[in-house]
């Protein structure tokens, strides 16, 4: 029987390089577990992937005796690369990540002029739609789709946590942008505001913290919380004021370092480049397709 209002055992695990938060979602009485938004380590300078945020998950769910039963992405990351596949290889936990991920390839594979990539998310084991249920152990989990700050996100509600992706960080730093090719301000509001309507003692699980004014990262909140304190929605507090507080800051913020490096990854899955003839993997890197943006 599952339980629907159930707490689940929420472990946070904080990249520094990329301010993100990773998370294993247990069930307490059953001990199955999901992955959520796992890292690939990637050393822009050098060229270099490292698995070593994801080894440290793999550890803590041996250590813990947990049983992963799926990996999920809450959507196609673009400030890291996504150890999903390496973590499928080495659990053979199925894979997960929102329907409209098609949308997201269907996009980029115009940008990077890959005519033949095929745009179905046949990449995942499973494509959520809004309002699908899934379990971990005896938790009922269910899917909201969160798209505005990209097309494909999605937000995890199980038990009494939800996984909110890059629409709501921590009250005291606001909300996600909304500038990358198909994200959207008042399609983010939209979003954020039925996020809101969850119950106001669920918890809330951020995907990044980039701990303003030099404080130690967070990453949990309520919904109440957000509601009484979050500075963006307390700064704007229609969907008009909004799309003009977001699209006044986003026009301020240069893109992130690995946007084009991790999005022809994470849109397949998290597998890197099939090796060339000479053995190696190549990144493809367009120019002058995210023109506007600030320069650090």
């Not at 947990?66 to 690369?81: F, M, N, R």
């Not at 995942?124 to 005896?138: H, K, Q, Y």
């Not at 120019?287 to 650090?296: C, D, M, P, S, V």
């Amino acid at each position: 029987m599952m339980r629907h209002s159930a707490k689940p055992a929420v472990t946070a695990f904080f990249d520094k390089r990329t301010f993100s938060v990773q998370y294993v979602v247990a069930d307490p009485a059953t001990k199955r577990c999901a992955i959520i938004d796992p890292v690939l380590d990637y050393d822009e300078k050098s060229g270099v992937t490292a698995t070593f945020n994801a080894d440290k998950i793999l550890a803590f769910i041996e250590r813990e005796g947990l049983v992963p039963e799926w990996i999920l992405d809450t959507h196609p990351h673009a400030d890291h690369l996504s150890a999903a596949h390496y973590l499928q290889e080495k659990t053979g936990a199925p894979r997960a990540i929102g329907a409209h991920v098609t949308d997201v390839q269907e996009l980029w594979k115009g940008l990077y002029n890959w005519p033949d990539f095929p745009a179905d998310g046949r990449q995942w084991d499973r494509l959520f739609a809004d309002g699908d249920d899934f379990r971990i152990g005896e938790i009922e989990g269910r899917v909201m789709f969160s798209p505005g700050h990209t097309l494909a996100s999605v937000t995890y509600v199980i038990g009494d946590a939800a996984f909110v992706h890059d629409t709501l960080f921590q009250p005291d730093f606001g909300t996600a942008r909304a500038d990358f090719p198909g994200a959207d301000a008042a399609t983010l509001w939209n979003s954020i505001q039925e996020i809101l309507k969850l119950p106001e003692e669920t918890r809330l699980f951020t995907g990044h913290d980039y701990m303003p004014d030099g404080r130690e990262p967070q990453w949990e909140s309520t919904v109440g919380e957000q509601k009484a304190k979050n500075k963006h929605l307390q700064q704007a507090q229609t969907q008009a004021a909004y799309v003009e507080l977001r699209n006044k800051r986003d026009k301020s913020l240069p893109m992130p370092k690995l946007i084009l490096h991790a999005l022809q990854i994470n849109m397949n899955g998290g597998r890197l480049p099939e090796p060339e003839a000479n053995g190696r993997r190549y990144l493809k890197i367009p120019l002058n397709i995210l023109e506007g943006a600030a320069w650090e």
